[in-house]
């Protein structure tokens, strides 16, 4: 057979994209696939496949022809292994409470009720029902962020980022915001101070130095161009040692005496003092109006626990400053959004946030709480199961993550996996890979899978998983 008479046949042996379609139609697996994305697998099947068999001809002259099945299952399993949807619930057992890869805060079942019946259906989001007249879709939680903040005034933007950007857009465009250089931090995926300054057009005045900034430092700052005084939380690390920070009373003492705003970004933004578990103290956005700060911005999802959010509480005056923005309208906050949130902060002020918001109770949980459901995970593996993965209950810490409480470490307990012969990142890519997907930390070449953030309901499908890897 000539070159060319090889290379057309081996092409003929392979199915058309149709031949191909038509095996694997009515597979069960792919009952909720769209049918232009089975087509474009299909496609993608048999471009690797011909690509393989011109290989093999130049290399050795010939090829063995394709196995029409073969080709079919391997459509099949790629397609159900993506499965539908991109965007799909995990179970973290990695301990880190606001993970940001994982999606920060759970959301209350009272939270996930509403934005389930507000993006059902239509809504009042920007109409006063007694007047017929536009309202304000920052009314829907304006009287919850006053009454809980006591605060003049608020407004929810898209994130704590863009709250930042629009607030320093707002108020010291083309003007200098003195900040001290211990506070100039970066939070992971790029919100850096200094860049987002730049961004704003706003001129960033350094003073002090990393370990130690004065109010001396502020003093000698201020001047003519000096449009905000920004002190800035630093929520995810810690200088020790031979520091010195101005306080936010001190801070703000010296901008109202020379009449400059003092703005605030807390970062996490908690609601109650969560001294009574355990945590070192946190400035709450109560105490930090309470100290007279003109404008303070926290995050929806991280310790207050509700959805993806920017909340800008303080004088109204300079909120409505940031609500006139033009800006303001690119960062406008989506009504289900609001819904999660108005829903999260009314548990504040029904008093329930802690009982009813899973991530502060995962916070609060007492250990005790937690063995209890590590127990329960490892009785749920069969004495097979269990020997084979070695498994055992391991004490540990776990972090409270999302930028928050840096130093804190949570006493916790995780279900501690190994196999001989089978290296702990080898079990890890395994379960990740799995429905669904499960996420663990590893430590001393075993896996281990922290109980503190794995919920009651996920103890079933992890035992499943964790069978299924033995
Ligand atoms: C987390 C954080 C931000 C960014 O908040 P996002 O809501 O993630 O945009 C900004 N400033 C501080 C101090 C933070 O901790």
Redesign the pocket.
């Known amino acids: 057979m000539s070159k060319s008479e090889a290379r057309k046949s081996a092409l003929r042996s392979l199915p058309s994209v149709d031949q191909l379609l038509q095996r694997v139609q009515g597979e069960p697996a792919l009952s909720d696939i769209p049918r232009a994305r089975i087509v474009q697998a299909v496609r993608e099947v048999l471009a690797g496949e011909r690509g393989r068999l011109m290989d093999g001809l130049k290399r050795a002259g010939a090829v063995v022809p394709p196995d029409p099945d073969a080709l079919a299952r391997r459509v099949v399993a790629e397609l159900s292994r993506a499965g539908a949807f991109s965007l799909a619930p995990v179970i973290n057992a990695t301990g880190v409470v606001l993970h940001?890869n994982l999606g920060r805060a759970l959301l209350s079942p009272l939270a996930i009720e509403r934005l389930h019946r507000v993006g059902a259906a239509y809504s009042n989001l920007e109409m006063d029902l007694r007047s017929k007249e536009r309202g304000s879709r920052y009314a829907h939680v304006d009287g919850l962020l006053r009454r809980l903040t006591g605060a003049e005034a608020s407004l929810v933007v898209n994130?704590?980022?863009?709250?930042?950007l629009l607030a320093l857009e707002s108020l010291a465009r083309g003007k200098e915001v003195v900040v001290s250089r211990g506070e100039l931090?970066e939070?992971g995926?790029e919100?850096r101070i200094p860049d987002i300054m730049r961004r704003s057009g706003a001129l960033l005045r350094e003073i002090g130095t990393t370990n130690r900034t004065h109010l001396k430092d502020y003093a000698d700052a201020i001047g003519p161009e000096t449009a905000l005084l920004l002190k800035?939380?630093?929520?995810?690390y810690r200088v020790l040692g031979f520091t010195a920070q101005v306080s936010t009373r001190e801070l703000v003492e010296l901008g109202h005496s020379r009449g400059i705003p003092v703005m605030e970004?807390?970062?996490?933004g908690c609601f109650v003092d969560l001294r009574p578990y355990g945590f070192p103290y946190e400035p709450t956005v109560p105490d930090v109006v309470a100290a007279g700060v003109d404008l303070v911005?926290f995050?929806?999802?991280?310790l207050l626990g509700g959805p993806?959010?920017?909340i800008v509480v303080g004088k109204a005056g300079l909120v409505e400053r940031l609500r006139t923005n033009p800006l303001n309208r690119a960062l406008r906050i989506d009504k289900l959004t609001l819904a999660a949130l108005e829903a999260t902060l009314y548990a504040y002020e029904a008093g329930n946030a802690l009982e009813t918001m899973p991530t502060l109770r995962m916070l609060t949980e007492p250990l005790a709480a937690v063995r209890r459901r590590a127990r329960r995970l490892l009785r749920r593996l069969s004495p097979r199961v269990e020997a084979a993965l070695g498994a055992t209950l391991v004490e540990g810490r776990a972090q409270v993550g999302?930028?928050?409480l840096p130093l804190v470490e949570l006493p916790t307990v995780a279900l501690g996996v190994g196999m001989p012969g089978r290296p702990a990142h080898e079990l890890d890519q395994a379960l990740r890979a799995g429905e669904p997907p499960v996420i663990g930390r590893i430590a001393d070449d075993r896996l281990l899978l922290d109980c503190r953030t794995v919920l009651n309901s996920d103890i079933p499908a992890l035992a499943q998983a964790l069978s299924r890897l033995a």
């Open positions: 940001t994130n704590n980022a863009a709250a930042v931090i939070i995926g919100f800035v939380h630093t929520s995810n970004d807390l970062g996490s911005s995050s929806g999802d991280k993806q959010a920017g999302g930028g928050s």
